[in-house]
Structures are given as C-alpha cells and as structure tokens.
C-alpha cells in the first residue's frame, strides 16, 4: 500500500493544500520503468473550484504525471514532472468530454520521454532521470479536487499497461487507494513484468 507523501498536479505538497480530496487507484513496485493508456475526458464539475484528474508514476521526491487541469473551466492536459527539484512544466493541450487521450511515460536509459495525443493533437516533454528521480515506486490513477465535490465522471482509463523491474505476478494484482468511493479494475493480468489492465474506473463519491 502506499504511505509516501503524494505529490499534488501542477500544485503543492498535500501537506500544504488541506481542503484537496483525493481519489486514487495504485499500485507499488521497486521501480517502474513505463505507463501508458487511454484516458476518457469526464464532463467538467458543475462548481468551481480546481479539479485535477492524472495518471502518474510517483517516487520519494515527486511524481511524472499527464495533468488533465479543470482550473479555466475547460479541461487542458500537459505533461512534466512536479517534485524535488523543480521543473519547468511540460507541453499540453486542451481537450474536451469524451475526448480519449493517449498518454506514455517510458524510460530509455536515463531519460524519460513523456507524450499525449488526441484527435491530431500531440505533446511531448523529454526529461532525465539521473537529474529527477531514479526509483519510480508507485504508479497511480488520481483525481484531486479542491473546493469540488467528487459528483462528475465517471473518470476512465482503458488499456493501461504497467512496466516495472520486478515479475508483474508479484504486484500486478495488488491496488490500494485513497478516498471513500467505488472504483473497479478490469481484467489486470500479469505476463513477464508488464501488467495489462483493460479498465480502471472512478465513479463518483
């Protein structure tokens, strides 16, 4: 289960940002080396306030994540790292309800290439691990409200895949998560040290 401090989107440490909720799914490994997927674009909250929805790899001293931001009341994704040190963020672009992006964060040696694509759009943010972070132990799906009830979604993620450095069997099955709301993890199966997840769903509290 994770207990490390998570890190906030384009924000502030939780520590700092006490009115957030948070609605997480994870998973946990000694090290991850690659995620992707095909997040689904939720209709925006009624209310104000600052709504976040990530997929993100996170280590001791931040998280790399694909920012899906609802501050301008209109969903815009980009992509970075936010943590220890701090970085410039990454290049996005702007998405509505029912949009599907296709989000990647892999590892080649010690870079990290981040990028986003949908419907002709594409972003990408090239990044070096030796300078960020060397150990990416956790691997969430998030949504991170302030000053917004959890009442819009569903938020879904569809053919997520999962790279880590140790077997998938031992950590591919396992999912904590943080906040009181019903979620589902379709058909997360295990081969070499992938895991394969056709669907991850966050239904609203």
């Given at each position: 289960m994770m207990l490390?401090?998570?890190?906030?989107?384009?924000?502030?440490?939780?520590?700092?940002?006490?009115?957030?909720?948070?609605?997480?799914?994870?998973?946990?490994?000694?090290?991850?080396?690659?995620?992707?997927g095909d997040l689904v674009v939720p209709k925006l909250p009624q209310?104000?306030?600052?709504?976040?929805?990530?997929?993100?790899?996170?280590?001791?001293?931040?998280?790399?994540?694909?920012?899906?931001?609802?501050?301008?009341?209109?969903?815009?994704i980009g992509d970075g790292f936010y943590g220890t040190p701090s970085l410039p963020w990454g290049n996005g672009f702007n998405v509505y309800p029912g949009d599907t992006v296709h989000f990647s964060f892999t590892s080649s040696g010690t870079t990290w290439t981040c990028t986003l694509s949908s419907n002709g759009k594409s972003a990408s943010t090239t990044l070096n691990s030796n300078f960020v972070c060397i150990t990416l132990q956790h691997?969430?799906?998030?949504?991170?409200?302030?000053?917004?009830?959890?009442?819009?979604?569903?938020?879904?993620?569809?053919?997520?895949?999962?790279?880590?450095?140790?077997?998938?069997?031992?950590w591919c099955g396992k999912t904590a998560h943080l906040g009181t709301y019903p979620y589902t993890v379709t058909s997360a199966t295990a081969s070499g040290n992938t895991c394969s997840i056709s669907k991850i769903v966050q239904n609203n509290a």
């Open positions: 490390a401090v998570l890190t906030l989107g384009l924000g502030l440490l939780i520590s700092s940002v006490c009115a957030a909720d948070w609605y997480t799914v994870e998973w946990d490994a000694t090290q991850f080396t690659a995620m992707s209310a104000g306030g600052t709504p976040y929805v990530w997929p993100g790899l996170q280590s001791g001293n931040g998280v790399l994540q694909a920012v899906l931001d609802g501050r301008s009341g209109t969903w815009w691997t969430l799906t998030t949504s991170q409200l302030t000053n917004v009830p959890f009442n819009f979604g569903p938020i879904t993620y569809n053919n997520v895949k999962i790279t880590a450095t140790t077997a998938a069997s031992g």
